[in-house]
């Protein structure tokens, strides 16, 4: 069983940075970051491989957001810079068996989410 915490969210204006955790437990997994604002689908935000290689991202979150892991610390994290408004939503971490060439995953665990606001 993988247990999966997320930290780090909070309030923070447009323009801002914040960095997101989430401590894993368990063998090494692809991890990703998914996030679902109010009323809407969840949608895909990021992944990265077991020993860190290659992430993906988000359209809208390309150039803004990095993932990286460090498997010493059982952690991944998402460093969200220049956040926008609608940026605004729970984000999750997630972790997949495997992961695609073209970088598609389907998690298998997910945490139990962690808010993040955008004020304007």
């Known amino acids: 069983q993988v247990q999966l915490v997320e930290s780090g969210g909070g309030l923070v204006q447009a323009g801002g940075s914040l960095r997101l955790s989430c401590a894993f437990s368990?063998?090494?997994?692809?991890m990703a970051w998914f996030r679902q604002a109010p009323g809407k689908a969840r949608e895909f935000v990021a992944n990265i491989g077991r020993d860190g290689n290659t992430p993906y991202y988000a359209n809208s979150v390309k150039g803004r957001f990095a993932m990286s892991r460090d498997n010493a610390r059982n952690t991944v994290y998402l460093q969200m810079n220049s956040l926008k408004p609608e940026d605004t939503a729970t984000y999750y971490c997630?972790?997949?068996?495997?992961?695609?060439?073209?970088?598609?995953?389907?998690?298998?665990?997910w945490g139990q989410g962690t808010q993040v606001i955008v004020s304007s």
């Open positions: 997630a972790a997949a068996s495997t992961r695609t060439a073209q970088g598609l995953i389907e998690p298998t665990y």
């Open positions: 368990g063998r090494t997994y692809v």
